[in-house]
């Protein structure tokens, strides 16, 4: 059993109710809803919302009716890992266990259906606690990343012994890309955070890993589904 879940918060202080508002023609959570449906291999889907539209939204387009969010992961503090266990827990009570737990982010909607299979087929080969999206970093912590000290002097983030004078002489350090996760039920329910497990990445193209939080984000998304749409 393949559970597809979504987390959509009423609340955006980048962009006003974005999880709802429009883009190239439907609601943004639908371009992550749609994906879940379609996808021969979810079996499953759920919404977890303080939204009551939201909700109402994602229940008459199938998703399972487990209710609105508890408040206290309705709050800006609030974390995906609370969100997550609460919605599995949920779901399980519904439609039994659950053998992986697929999130898709709403408000990254470039990613493609075989961005969902290829997740699930490295978490179904590989075996870890949880696959997560990434994308390569534009911006290395060894080389260009700085930081300033006490007196305000800038240092790179992370020296190595002699320096690095080239970016290719950099460790690779990757975007944690907020798309498409795959994470062990049993993981999810042992652990208190994302990062005290095997976690593996899934490496995506940048392009496909914009992530909405801000106004600029919103219309940079909106051209780029525009663009796709168009071939």
């Not at 209710?67 to 599995?88: E, N, S």
């Not at 978490?123 to 930081?147: G, I, W």
């Amino acid at each position: 059993m393949i559970l597809g879940h979504i987390g959509a918060r009423k609340g955006s202080k980048g962009v006003p109710r974005k999880n709802f508002r429009e883009i190239c023609g439907k609601p943004l959570i639908d371009w992550s809803l749609d994906q879940l449906f379609a996808h021969p291999l979810v079996d499953a889907v759920v919404v977890s919302t303080d939204d009551e539209e939201i909700y109402a939204h994602a229940v008459a387009k199938g998703a399972l009716k487990i209710g609105l969010r508890p408040a206290h992961l309705a709050t800006d503090a609030a974390g995906k890992w609370g969100v997550w266990q609460h919605a599995l827990d949920a779901s399980e009570a519904l439609v039994g266990p659950v053998t992986a737990f697929l999130d898709l982010d709403c408000t990254s909607p470039l990613r493609l259906p075989s961005d969902i299979s290829g997740a699930l087929d490295f978490y179904q080969t590989e075996h870890p606690d949880m696959v997560m999206s990434c994308c390569e970093a534009r911006k290395n912590p060894y080389f260009n990343l700085v930081e300033p000290d006490a007196s305000g002097a800038l240092h790179v983030s992370k020296p190595l012994p002699g320096g690095v004078v080239a970016r290719q002489q950099a460790p690779v350090v990757y975007e944690h890309a907020a798309s498409t996760y795959v994470v062990d039920p049993a993981y999810l329910k042992r652990s208190k955070g994302l990062w005290e497990g095997r976690v593996i990445p899934y490496l995506m193209p940048p392009e496909r890993c914009v992530d909405i939080d801000s106004p600029f984000d919103f219309k940079l998304v909106e051209f780029l589904l525009k663009e796709a749409q168009n071939g």
